[in-house]
């Protein structure tokens, strides 16, 4: 059994910081890339940064100079550090894997977290 499970979410004001943290347990032979998704209430999922097994990241344009993604392969985990935050990224904040199990010969299966509410609000 392999689960992705988000903390660090909660309530901040406009203009503070959050950091979320997500880790992958279980019969885990290797991790490719990881991501952070988020959903606003009537909004579609939307991509908000990836980050590939060597380090590199890619961001959304609306979070670019403020997020920071980053991992540490050692523990399986990647973090989103969120600055200058706004109310726009209130939305519930998923983690992503591909992942490699112990029991499977398949590269980079798809794994979610169940999400972790941030809300930016005074």
């Known amino acids: 059994q392999v689960q992705l499970v988000e903390s660090g979410g909660g309530l901040v004001q406009p203009g503070g910081s959050l950091k979320l943290s997500c880790t992958a347990s279980g019969s885990i032979r290797s991790i490719a890339n990881m991501a952070w998704y988020r959903q606003a209430p009537g909004k579609q999922r939307e991509l908000v940064a990836l980050?590939?097994?060597?380090?590199?990241?890619n961001y959304a344009d609306s979070v670019k100079d403020r997020f920071t993604i980053s991992r540490d392969n050692t523990k399986n985990t990647v973090y989103l550090q969120m600055n200058i935050l706004k109310p726009e990224d209130t939305a519930v904040y998923y983690c992503y894997g591909r992942i490699t199990t112990e029991t499977t010969m398949i590269y980079g299966n798809p794994y979610w977290g169940q999400g972790t509410q941030v809300t930016v609000s005074s």
């Open positions: 980050i590939t097994r060597g380090g590199d990241a």
